[in-house]
């Protein structure tokens, strides 16, 4: 049996670059046969960070890159035409969604519905085996146990509501092959987006400050599940597997879940592919998080000691003062922001360009919960964690690979 070609949509700037690592490794034997990435920005030269590892890959023969408008439908439809010889896409992996908490929610509507949307449609027209979506950690949970699939969970913010609305429209579906992937906080070599990875960079500035690194939230519990991005890309090829023989309606059987409303019953007549707020929607979901249980207070213990120093938690005086101060955000900032570029600027050598921020937005400072049971997916699929702990280890490797392709200070004193 032939390896399947595969296209994967979107996710340049957060985990599909791990993916294709995988299905196309350095050294060793392809997974596929050919595999298409296809997003909106440029690699040649670059509009987005892409590490140096992808830039290795995309001189691959087995990987090709196409930079186009996927809120184009026609544009779409030419996506899935393989090139001349090969055999068509069997196994499609949608990344696409607009990932920035602060996008409005007619963005959110346009680039993470509208386009997910299409390109099922298309997938389904073209009746590929797999279609597999990434869901990224868009949710608040309760702060008790960890929450399995069949739990309702609530969407965070705009973002959370329409990324939520997007898994509607596609189980609405009917002969798409879905399966849905839903994460915890990811991080990763090279991945320089989301909260962890901020952890990380700001850590790494109280380190030599040699200051405490401190946090508004006091030590509760705070969930903050973990995954390591060699597990997205893992589980995302592993759920691509699985479904493939089985289609959807079997993949239902197995392991469907209600995907239930959380949006404004009016949005339905204004927007386009919305299935109505009362109809029963049905799809193949699994969570995958590691088994670290990860919390605020240990991720941040975890990263500060990484880096030498300690993680602490602001009085209650100045946590009150902070959150009603409306620049509280600049205040937090300051400090670690200057330190920051005083690193980068005397690294031996110095660092013009880095990828990395130790800007913390206002989503990234506020309080997160989210607990996420994997077992499900372990069960059911039989998937195996790769890196299964967050720890000093798996942070040594993402700080390692960020300095050999010079993206990270090198500091004689504290580095």
């Keep these: 049996m032939s390896a399947p070609n595969v296209l994967v949509f ?3 700037n957060t985990c599909s670059r791990t993916l294709v690592g995988l299905l196309v490794p350095l050294t060793g034997e392809p997974l596929v046969g050919n595999v298409r990435v296809v997003d909106k920005f440029s690699v040649f030269p670059p509009t987005t960070y892409i590490g ?16 186009a408008n996927l809120t184009v439908p026609a544009t779409i439809a030419r996506m899935f035409d393989p090139p001349e010889g090969q055999a068509p896409y069997e196994y499609v992996f949608d990344f696409t969604g607009e990932v920035q908490f602060d996008r409005t929610e007619m963005i959110q509507i346009d680039r993470t519905c509208q386009v997910a949307r299409m390109i099922a ?8 085996k797999a279609f597999v979506r990434l869901q990224h950690p868009f949710y608040e949970t309760s702060a008790k146990g960890s929450h399995d699939e069949k739990e309702d969970i609530k969407p965070d913010g705009v973002a959370g509501t329409w990324w939520h ?9 009917d002969d798409l092959n879905l399966v849905i992937l839903r994460i915890g906080f990811v991080y990763g070599p090279y991945i320089n987006w989301g909260s962890i990875a901020s952890a990380i960079t700001v850590a790494s ?40 023989p089985k289609g959807r309606k079997e993949a239902d059987t197995l392991a469907g879940e209600a995907i239930i409303f959380h949006n404004e019953k009016s949005k339905a007549a204004s927007v386009q592919g919305m299935p109505p707020p009362d109809k029963k929607l049905i799809a193949p979901l699994f969570n995958l998080v590691d088994d670290s249980d990860s ?22 005086v100045e946590n009150t003062v902070l959150k009603l101060r409306a620049d509280a955000v600049e205040e937090i900032n300051e400090h670690h922001v200057g330190g920051w570029t005083e690193m980068i600027s005397t690294s031996s050598p110095p660092i013009p360009n880095t990828p990395l921020s130790a800007y913390m937005d206002k989503w990234a400072l506020e309080k997160h919960v989210l607990a996420l049971s994997n077992r499900k997916l372990l069960e059911v699929v039989g ?6 702990t967050f720890g000093k280890e798996t942070i040594g490797e993402v700080v390692e690979r960020w300095k050999e392709e010079g993206s990270w200070p090198m500091l004689r004193a504290s580095e």
């Design 165 to 173: 609305e997007t898994l509607r429209m596609l189980a609405a579906i």
């Design 295 to 316: 919390t605020l207070l240990s991720v941040g213990q975890t990263v500060t000691s990484f880096f030498g120093t300690t993680f602490e938690f602001f009085n209650f």
């Design 121 to 128: 449609l298309e997938a389904a027209k073209r009746k590929v």
């Design 205 to 244: 500035v109280y380190g030599h400050m040699k200051k405490p690194m401190k946090s508004m939230w006091s030590p509760g519990k705070n969930p903050t599940n973990t995954v390591h991005a060699e597990d997205v890309a893992g589980a995302m090829w592993a759920l691509a597997e699985w479904m493939a």
């Design 52 to 67: 140096a590892e992808f830039a290795q890959l995309l001189t691959r023969p087995q990987v090709e890159y196409k930079q």
């Design 10 to 12: 979107g996710g340049l």
């Design 383 to 388: 998937y195996r964690l790769k890196r299964p």
